[in-house]
């Protein structure tokens, strides 16, 4: 399928932007952990910014921000946020922002509200019946709740400011004019509800979040919020159809560098995860519990939360074959869901390779 083209030999500093093309200027904020950074947007309009995605809601973030009012962005005041989705590296400090310059929120209606009930929420501290029955099914022990209780703290509403009471609903096809051109709303799923990507066909531009990245992929899971969700087979509903713009596409990620060649990525990412559900598949011959599937989609021992990903993602996987009717699952006296094959023409799919296991399941 060839290489990703990325035109620029370097990303911005904290604090600072780049210009990548007129009036879009590309900024980088840092995150902790092995991803260590997300990628935001300023769109400049005549009177002022239009920020497409906040980082995180810490203090270093903040400070960031600031450095940036009194440089690169300084002289134009910030007139209206766009969140491309809920989770909190690229939210979190639009409560602040929206304070700050009187800003108003704008997001679709399924992220908004979902980031409103994850904020009033009490983590795995407070786990409930049906989280609880949630995991268990999944194969996880009285001891792996100890864990959780132990490992999570604080839950999403402290990575977070706190929200604004009111939003301007984004939709699927609506247009904004920023700075003279029209910015597309292109509503993706799987990786969160309702997730919103900008596309402008006239810079030949697409900021596409966390929707489609150059190296890793997004966790697609189940949550015990929809315990039967299919968001799997969502986010490749979503591929399909933006396969439908330009391989030429200059796309700007939240993770990674901008590059060219959407059609090569999303195709790659659609085949990784077909052959992560063959190779489940393959393996569940015989009832399997989720947890004991893991190491078919990782390859190294993952601690507390990291399983808690890793589940979520397996599961979403499992979903969609029992959706395509290649596996079925029985429900049994200890809570645990066992699943198994049943496709008769698996003999005939099987695979001599597969791709490798990921290292471990990234936290996006």
């Excluded at 980088?28 to 309009?45: F, K, Q, W």
């Excluded at 979040?209 to 015990?224: A, C, E, K, R």
């Excluded at 979520?312 to 006296?333: K, P, S, Y």
């Amino acid at each position: 399928m060839g290489e990703l083209a990325y035109p620029f030999d370097s990303a911005p500093l904290p604090g600072a932007t780049m210009e990548i093309a007129p009036g879009v200027l590309w900024l980088r904020m840092p995150m902790p952990g092995s991803l260590d950074h997300i990628n935001l947007y300023a769109l400049e309009d005549a009177a002022g910014w239009t920020l497409v995605d906040m980082g995180l809601g810490d203090e270093i973030t903040q400070r960031h921000w600031d450095e940036l009012f009194s440089g690169d962005l300084a002289g134009r005041p910030v007139q209206r946020l766009l969140v491309t989705h809920m989770h909190p590296d690229h939210i979190g400090q639009a409560g602040y922002l929206s304070e700050r310059f009187r800003a108003p929120l704008h997001m679709t209606r399924g992220e908004y509200f979902q980031a409103r009930a994850f904020s009033a929420g009490g983590g795995f501290s407070k786990m409930s019946w049906e989280s609880t029955a949630f995991y268990r099914g999944a194969g996880l022990r009285e001891d792996d709740f100890a864990a959780l209780r132990r490992s999570f703290s604080g839950g999403y509403a402290s990575a977070i400011t706190p929200l604004p009471m009111g939003y301007h609903r984004m939709e699927h096809g609506d247009v904004l004019t920023i700075g003279g051109r029209d910015w597309q709303i292109l509503v993706g799923s799987g990786h969160s509800p309702e997730h919103a990507c900008l596309y402008c066909r006239g810079l030949g531009i697409l900021i596409a979040g966390d929707q489609v990245l150059p190296v890793i992929t997004s966790n697609v899971s189940v949550h015990p919020t929809e315990p039967e969700a299919n968001p799997l087979k969502d986010w490749l509903d979503s591929h399909d159809r933006f396969l439908s713009l330009p391989d030429e596409t200059l796309v700007l990620p939240a993770h990674g560098e901008p590059f060219r060649g959407l059609r090569k990525r999303l195709r790659a990412l659609i085949a990784h995860h077909e052959d992560r559900m063959l190779a489940l598949e393959e393996h569940c011959t015989e009832p399997t519990v989720a947890r004991e599937m893991l190491p078919v989609l990782f390859r190294r021992q993952l601690d507390t939360r990291q399983m808690v990903m890793a589940l979520g993602e397996c599961i979403a996987h499992l979903h969609l074959l029992l959706h395509r009717d290649r596996i079925e699952r029985v429900l049994g006296e200890d809570g645990v869901w066992r699943f198994r094959s049943i496709d008769p023409d698996l003999a005939r799919r099987l695979r001599a390779e597969h791709e490798a296991p990921d290292d471990g399941p990234m936290m996006v």
